[in-house]
């Protein structure tokens, strides 16, 4: 067997050790005789499942017990609508910030059901940084403030948490759920998909404080109203077993790696080392400002794009799927989520730094 090094910006990269415990389990989960696909999501074989994820979750994240834990299905395209649909508690307006293609697709949605104050944008500075907090202009009558802290495409991630309203912060956690610990009662809400850092695509979470479930518009659909979905332990429809099941593989081996502190240090390293690689030749370059760079997305360009396909065709030749970057943006893209080991980035420095040499 051969496993290429993917760079896929989701659904992406996988930790091998899930791969192969699924594999082991596919046919017989513990003794049952059955598969976990094949388990009545409401029988006790798959509640304990379920329990263990939700704790995971809770442990690996240190989720305050005034928060609800949500997994839904729709991924983040669908918590684009519910959100303002759950949590606008009567309000007509939200602050919404623009920082790339997916806080563009977040307020696109929000805007069939309500008001969208832009708070603030980097769209005339192509997206290539975030506006100074102090610029931001919060409409302080409105439900709450979002924003996207780690926009995939263009490779833009907030280090810092933005801290100058009281209004719930509401964040697209996507592309960068558990890359690092975090101070969940800084937060809202926090909705993520899965198929980056959590697993297989079809999972997705919302973290929501408590007092904003319960306030939802009469139109929601049920499956999406965080209360329905709460008081049934996110069963209130059939839930996406098989996913659920693969999450909760890659939570525990997260904890093996020892929890999001240790990744976050892995994270901080093996991106490090990409961009100083970046910075250091005149033959790539990386156009985010760089107080804002993502440690999961990676963009870059070649000096002369007409070496684009050559680039891909060889790093592919070389087992280093998955580089092009989004038809958005152009260049190169790479993803090193949680799952790409560092060696992998090794390796991808190691060949850029050999088509540097011979182009
Ligand atoms: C930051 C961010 N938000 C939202 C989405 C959309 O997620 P989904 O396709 O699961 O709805 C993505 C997908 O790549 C993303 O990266």
């Keep these: ?30 003794k049952t005789g059955m598969s976990v696909m094949e388990m009545s999501h409401r029988g006790k074989y798959f509640l304990t499942i379920a329990e263990q994820l939700s704790a995971d979750l809770k442990e690996l994240l240190n989720i305050p017990d005034d928060y609800k834990v949500l997994f839904l299905q729709g991924g983040a395209t669908a918590q684009f609508a519910m959100i303002p649909k759950n949590i606008l508690a009567g309000k007509k307006s939200a602050n919404y910030v623009l920082t790339g293609a997916w806080s563009k697709k977040a307020i696109k949605e929000a805007k069939k059901y309500c008001d969208v104050n832009i708070a603030a944008s980097s769209e005339a500075d192509n997206f290539t940084t975030i506006p100074d907090f102090d610029s931001w202009q919060v409409d ?34 996507s592309s960068n759920i558990l890359s690092k610990p975090l101070n969940i009662e800084q937060y809202g809400l926090i ?16 973290i929501v404080r408590d007092d904003l479930v319960g306030n939802a518009d ?30 909760g593989l890659v939570l525990q081996w997260l904890k093996k790696q020892g929890g999001l502190a240790a990744i976050e240090q892995i994270n901080i390293r093996k991106s490090s080392k990409l ?11 990386n156009p985010v400002d760089k107080v804002c760079r993502s440690r999961m997305n990676i963009p870059f360009i070649l000096k002369d794009s007409a070496l684009d396909s050559e ?49």
């Design 1 to 30: 067997m051969s496993r290429i090094l993917n760079f896929s910006a989701g659904p992406s990269m996988l930790p091998e050790e899930v791969l192969q415990q699924a594999r082991e389990e596919m046919l017989d989960w513990q």
């Design 275 to 285: 961009y100083q690689f970046i910075d250091e030749s005149s033959f790539y370059s």
């Design 191 to 206: 909705y993520a998909g899965s198929q980056k850092n959590m697993g297989p695509a079809g999972v997705t979470v919302v």
């Design 311 to 359: 680039f891909l065709q060889q790093a592919q030749a070389n087992g280093l799927e998955a580089l092009k970057g989004h038809r958005s943006v152009g260049g190169m893209r790479a993803s090193i989520y949680n799952a790409m080991p560092e060696q992998g980035v090794d390796a991808l420095i190691q060949f850029m730094a050999e088509f540097e040499r011979t182009h």
């Design 218 to 247: 009469p139109t929601t659909p049920s499956v999406f109203d965080y209360a329905e979905q709460s008081g049934n332990d996110s069963m209130l429809n059939t839930p996406a077993t098989y996913n659920w099941y693969l999450v």
């Design 140 to 173: 302080e009558l409105a439900g709450y403030l979002h924003y996207t802290p780690n926009e995939t495409i263009h490779g833009v991630e907030f280090h810092q948490v933005p801290e100058m309203t009281d209004l719930p912060l509401v964040v697209d956690m």
